[in-house]
């Protein structure tokens, strides 16, 4: 039945995936208006540290670039999107455009050799898609990439010499409506390096308008540049004069504007739907293997142990006395099994706190994510609900602790609800603070503006802690939790484990790692469009993964704490 039930939802979830995104609404261009190209940070997957895109020496907007990031999430996930240079008319083609002309110094030479060494890529925007980039495959054929934007350069694998891509054939589609305009349904971009030489041998300072009207022997301005016509490319070195060039190119396309981002999210069918199957079904065949070995024990065991207990009542009180002699096992133990801990028992009641406060923030999150209302369009929505969903349910990780640490009869619940609000948003804040520290001196886009790590603390300090004493409050004011075994005076001795399996470190080592198996498949897939710059946007597998890893923790709680008992250790 659980089976069918998490299939059933899957199905839901995965059909929500294309439908239109709540929040973001679809802009309608006339034929001849500008469509504006935006840059982000240039991103590598050999490391993890982002780039201002104008830190390197690209063409700069006459005016000068202008911030276009709208949201906190944006600037905590490390999106620098900013204005370009670039001109695009909806519909209008354009044939090798010259954008400017750049003389590098040493430094420039150096930071550009750097970036390609290191693999960056850019990013660009149109209308809120990120670029594809379109190269040539190991067998010569033409790919299209979906994720991580196109390269900055290459290596030459003969020389090690770098090379900037300096010409670029912008692909954009559109979808027609009638009466209404076009909307853009993709954005691509194929990335050339071409060593330019004007006509006539001219030689153009880069500063002069008359640059701009001469033109090239390298590139037509009649027909888009191909691959084929590049007999030189442009190589990075000090004193090298660069100039860069774009062509656009306009492509009707049947996709509507509300399935663009499909292709996205799928990669172009590179991952198939059949490995997430994968993943639910491996996930599954845990939990129901778990699920039938809880059982057994529930019924098979427990119950013929009560039974055996519950007959004791009825013994005469000599051959009562007979019979405790042979009593092993959990039965021992009833009357400490609900003895607080001995040691840190504040600190027990906050981490559980904490915990839920977590847990409660990822279902949320994912819940929302499944459904559509956090869209990959607007970027750091994600981001932005982790935040929000983490300072309300503050509310919830100070009733878990409070009322928890009042069942242990502690005093001095002030220390423990300040200790909850405290402790860990305080150790991933000051873990925030110091990484983005390292960033700034790196000069790294990823590092959060000043304002944003203030509105950060004050969400934290605003809004998060004062719920988290309401949270206490409520349950400090509820009623104490009652156990159901009177626990005793003085603590039972704790004997030997019988074997090395029955150790608590053993069996801490299986709560982590049985619950690993069951989403592995899952997190290696989220992990990877987190360190490799790919989309992720299959949260209908997920939510159901995140269910089943909780039954998972469970199950896995349930039968350890059982044979932890049964070896006399009432220090679950």
Not at 46 to 71: H, V, W
Not at 212 to 231: A, E, F, N, V
Not at 403 to 414: A, C, D, E, I, V
Not at 441 to 464: E, K, Q
């Amino acid at each position: 039945m659980l089976s069918l039930s998490l299939l059933s939802l899957a199905l839901l979830c995965q059909s929500a995936l294309g439908f239109y995104v709540p929040g973001v609404a679809p802009q309608t261009f006339k034929k001849g208006e500008d469509v504006p190209l935006k840059v982000n940070a240039l991103t590598s997957t050999r490391t993890q540290i982002p780039r201002d895109y104008y830190r390197l020496p690209f063409c700069a907007p006459d005016e000068g670039p202008k911030m276009a990031s709208e949201n906190l999430g944006e600037f905590l996930t490390g999106n620098k999107i900013q204005s370009s240079p670039f001109k695009l008319n909806m519909l209008t083609e354009t044939y090798c455009t010259k954008l400017c002309q750049i003389t590098l110094d040493k430094l420039q030479a150096a930071k550009l050799r750097l970036h390609i060494k290191y693999g960056y890529h850019n990013n660009w925007i149109i209308d809120n898609l990120p670029s594809a980039a379109i190269g040539v495959g190991k067998k010569g054929e033409r790919r299209k990439r979906y994720a991580g934007g196109f390269p900055v350069g290459f290596m030459a694998t003969d020389n090690q010499l770098p090379y900037v891509y300096n010409h670029v054939n912008i692909n954009v589609d559109y979808h027609a409506y009638e009466d209404e305009g076009y909307r853009v349904v993709g954005f691509a971009v194929e990335p050339l390096s071409v060593k330019h030489e004007f006509q006539g041998g001219f030689q153009w300072d880069g500063a002069s308008t008359e640059g701009l009207q001469k033109p090239l022997d390298t590139c037509s301005t009649t027909r888009h540049l191909q691959r084929g016509d590049i007999s030189l490319s442009q190589v990075v070195k000090p004193q090298e004069k660069i100039l860069y060039t774009y062509d656009v190119t306009w492509i009707q396309s049947d996709v509507e504007w509300s399935s663009r981002w499909d292709v996205y999210l799928s990669e172009d069918h590179l991952v198939p739907a059949q490995v997430h199957w994968y993943s639910i079904t491996n996930s599954i065949l845990v939990v129901v293997f778990l699920s039938f070995l809880v059982i057994s024990i529930l019924v098979r065991n427990l119950r013929r142990d009560i039974a055996a207990y519950n007959a004791l009542a009825a013994i005469a009180d000599e051959e009562d006395e007979e019979e405790k002699e042979d009593e092993k096992g959990w039965k021992l133990v009833h009357a400490d099994v609900f003895r607080p801990p001995q040691n840190h028992s504040m600190l027990y009641c906050v981490f559980l706190g904490s915990g839920a406060q977590l847990g409660i923030t990822l279902l949320f999150a994912i819940v929302l994510s499944a459904v559509g209302f956090l869209s990959p369009a607007r970027r750091g929505s994600l981001m932005t609900a982790f935040l929000v969903f983490y300072m309300l349910s503050g509310i919830f990780a100070g009733y878990l602790s409070s009322r928890l640490y009042k069942s242990f009869r502690g005093r001095q619940w002030q220390l423990c609800t300040v200790i909850t609000a405290l402790l860990f948003p305080g150790i991933a804040f000051g873990t925030f603070l110091f990484f983005n520290i390292i960033l700034f001196f790196l000069h790294s886009s990823a590092s959060a503006p000043f304002l944003d790590v203030v509105i950060v603390a004050a969400m934290w300090c605003c809004v998060s802690i004062p719920l988290v004493f309401v949270g206490a409050y409520f349950g400090y004011k509820a009623e104490a939790i009652e156990f159901p075994t009177v626990t005793s005076t003085i603590a039972r001795a704790i004997p030997e484990p019988p074997n090395v399996f029955m150790k608590p470190i053993v069996g801490i080592a299986l709560a982590g790692a049985i619950p690993f198996v069951a989403a592995y498949v899952e997190l290696f897939f989220i992990m990877t469009s987190l360190w490799m710059d790919q989309f992720y946007y299959v949260f209908g597998f997920t939510l159901i993964v995140y269910i089943i890893m909780i039954v998972t923790c469970a199950e896995v709680t349930v039968l350890l704490v059982y044979y932890q008992l049964c070896a006399e250790n009432h220090r679950w």
